[in-house]
T-cell receptor, first 110, second 111 residues
C-alpha cells in the first residue's frame, strides 16, 4: 500500500535556525518523491522533486531508500518559509495521482 | 499566464443544491485530477482523468461527477450538496513523472 507519513503536525523554529521536516514513505516499487509548499490560502506549489536533486529557496531533500525517507532540510530558516509543507509520492510509471502526507505546518519565529 | 485555473475561487451555496467547478490547464498535460482538502488540511485524490480514462477514488460519493469536454478541461459537478462537502477543491494536471501542477483552489461552503 502507498503511504506517506509526516510525523510532525506543527514545527516551530526561530529565524536562522536549521529546519528539518520529516517524511517517511511506504511503497512497493520505486516511487517518485516530491515536496509541495502551500502558503496561507494559496495553491500548492511544487518545491522539490527527488529526481532533479535541486535546491529551491535553500531547501534540499535527499531520498534515502534504506530508511524510506525524504526529509526536507534548510540550514537557516527565514520568516517567509512559514507555510504548510506536504510530502507526496507517485508511481514511477507516470501520470499516477499523488499520495500526500498529512502535512507539517512550519512556523518561523522572528 | 496561469497554468491551471479554476473557477469560481469561492462558492457558497445551500444544502441540496447542485453546483459545478470548472478547471482549465494550458500546459498541454494529458492527465488532470481533482483533490479535496478538508478542514484539517488533509489532501485526498478524488479523480484522475487520462485520455478519456477515468479513475475514481472509491470513497468519493457518486454525487460527485467529473466531466472532461476535452484534454484541457476537467470540470467537477456536485449534486445534492451536503454540509460535509464543505472543503477546498483543487484541480491539478501532470505529464509524465514531473509532479502535478495545481490550481488556486475553490473554497466551497455549504450552508
Amino acid at each position: 500500500a502507498q503511504r506517506v507519513t509526516q510525523p510532525e503536525k506543527l514545527l516551530s523554529v526561530f529565524k536562522g535556525a536549521p529546519v528539518e521536516l520529516k517524511c517517511n514513505y511506504s511503497y512497493s516499487g520505486s516511487p517518485e518523491l516530491f515536496w509541495y509548499v502551500q502558503y496561507s490560502r494559496q495553491r500548492l506549489q511544487l518545491l522539490l522533486r527527488h529526481i532533479s536533486r535541486e535546491s529551491i529557496k535553500g531547501f534540499t531533500a535527499d531520498l534515502n531508500k534504506g530508511e524510506t525517507s525524504f526529509h526536507l532540510k534548510k540550514p537557516f530558516a527565514q520568516e517567509e518559509d512559514s507555510a504548510m509543507y506536504y510530502c507526496a509520492l507517485s508511481g514511477s510509471s507516470g501520470n499516477t495521482p499523488l499520495v500526500f502526507g498529512k502535512g507539517t505546518r512550519l512556523s518561523v519565529i522572528a | 499566464d496561469t497554468a491551471v485555473s479554476q473557477t469560481p475561487k469561492y462558492l457558497v451555496t445551500q444544502m441540496g443544491n447542485d453546483k459545478s467547478i470548472k478547471c482549465e490547464q494550458n500546459l498541454g498535460h494529458d492527465t488532470m485530477y481533482w483533490y479535496k482538502q478538508d478542514s484539517k488540511k488533509f489532501l485526498k485524490i478524488m479523480f484522475s482523468y487520462n485520455n478519456k480514462e477515468l479513475i475514481i477514488n472509491e470513497t468519493v460519493p457518486n454525487r460527485f461527477s467529473p466531466k472532461s469536454p476535452d484534454k484541457a478541461h476537467l470540470n467537477l459537478h456536485i449534486n445534492s450538496l451536503e454540509l460535509g462537502d464543505s472543503a477546498v477543491y483543487f484541480c491539478a494536471s501532470s505529464h509524465g513523472t514531473g509532479g502535478a501542477f495545481f490550481g488556486q483552489g475553490t473554497r466551497l461552503t455549504v450552508v
